[in-house]
């Protein structure tokens, strides 16, 4: 036999140990390793796809408002000159309707159409079903005489005629006030001129109400108050007067 060269079997020996895989052990190590570093990954991602989320729908929301204030603001604007053009019916008012006393705003605004010629339109500002709409449409002059039944008659048709859209979501109440001057912030429901039906069976006018003969009050701000279904409660004051 021939006999074996130390070297060269230390050389062997060294390269075995050098190709010789994992263990078990360090197997079961590195995969917990891994499984923590995923847990970590994730619930970091998780935190910032739900701020990202948060962050979309604030932006909406702020949009939301800022649309609808805005339309408001305007429309309320361009209702104060109406009110030189001599109309028998206010520019700003009220009504009150339902069991649950929903308070309407109705404006009549100018407009001018491609001849630059004033035009007047009808806005409805009301919260049906938890959604603040703006309704218009086109203005008709009330007939100069005519029963009760009959102007009634034709608030409804004006009512039906009009395009709604909404414009703020999520609402649970809508409050609005007017300022008169020498008076003071009044309430939507007593500028209305009458109380909802239901809460005066009589047919007596509410003491708000303006007396025949007599000029309604001319509103020169608007208070409005937004109440969402989070409980947040958001208020704005709006000029009308020039």
Do not use: C, N
């Amino acid at each position: 036999m021939g006999r074996i060269d130390p070297r060269r079997a230390g050389a062997r020996a060294a390269r075995a140990r050098g190709q010789r895989g994992f263990t078990l052990l360090e197997l079961l190590i590195a995969a917990a390793l891994l499984a923590v570093l995923a847990v970590l990954s994730w619930r970091g991602l998780d935190s910032v796809l739900t701020a990202r989320g948060h962050i979309v729908r604030a932006s909406d929301e702020l949009r939301s408002l800022t649309m609808a204030f805005s339309q408001m603001d305007e429309d309320l604007r361009r209702s104060w000159p109406v009110r030189l053009l001599g109309l028998r019916v206010p520019p700003i008012a009220f009504t009150v309707s339902g069991e649950q006393a929903r308070v309407t705003l109705e404006l009549l605004r100018e407009t001018s159409g491609a001849s630059e010629v004033t035009q007047v339109q009808r806005v409805a500002y009301r919260l049906r079903d938890g959604v603040l709409e703006r309704g218009f449409g086109a203005w008709v002059a009330p007939a100069a005489s005519g029963t009760q039944t009959d102007r009634s008659a034709q608030g409804a048709t004006e009512a039906t005629s009009l395009i709604w859209q909404p414009i703020l979501a999520d609402v649970a109440a809508l409050e609005m006030q007017g300022w008169i001057s020498g008076r003071g912030w009044i309430a939507a429901s007593a500028l209305a001129g009458q109380l909802p039906a239901a809460s005066t069976p009589s047919g007596q006018a509410s003491p708000g109400a303006a007396s025949p003969g007599t000029s309604p009050p001319v509103v020169t701000g608007m208070l409005v108050r937004v109440v969402r279904l989070d409980g947040s409660v958001l208020v704005r004051v709006f000029p009308v007067k020039d």
